[in-house]
């Protein structure tokens, strides 16, 4: 029903920045709830932030809180996902993804999002 696509991942020094996008399909990206989560190896993969559906509303993690800044613009089909003073173990495949739930913002759990993008590679250096 949407499809998703994340860019912006990249290889940075630690206190380094990145702007993560993720862009959707079709014209009706303002319908989801849009969540953010990233996968290291050896790990599950985790909740990091989501945002409503219309952008006024959005959910962090508690480890990422005062770094990471979730937005979206619908106009653009895109949500993004600001990333400020990444550490090294911030490094991870990152992955946006889409629900149709009726609780907005969605709730952390994987099992809520329906539709997922095939992920970006952070790697964050010492």
């Known amino acids: 029903q949407v499809q998703l696509v994340e860019s912006g991942g990249g290889l940075v020094q630690a206190g380094g920045s990145l702007r993560l996008s993720c862009a959707a399909s079709?014209?009706?990206?303002?319908?989801?709830?849009m969540g953010w989560f990233r996968q290291a190896p050896g790990k599950e993969r985790e909740f990091l932030a989501a945002i409503s559906r219309s952008g006024g509303t959005t959910v962090h993690a508690d480890f990422v809180k005062g770094r990471f800044t979730n937005s979206r613009d619908n106009a653009k089909n895109t949500v993004y996902l600001q990333m400020n003073s990444l550490r090294p173990e911030d490094s991870a495949v990152y992955y946006c993804?889409?629900?149709?739930?009726?609780?907005?913002?969605?709730?952390?759990?994987?099992?809520?999002?329906?539709?997922w993008g095939q992920g970006t590679q952070v790697t964050v250096s010492s």
């Open positions: 993804a889409a629900t149709t739930i009726g609780i907005d913002p969605a709730p952390p759990g994987l099992v809520a999002y329906d539709y």
């Open positions: 079709g014209r009706t990206f303002s319908s989801y709830s």
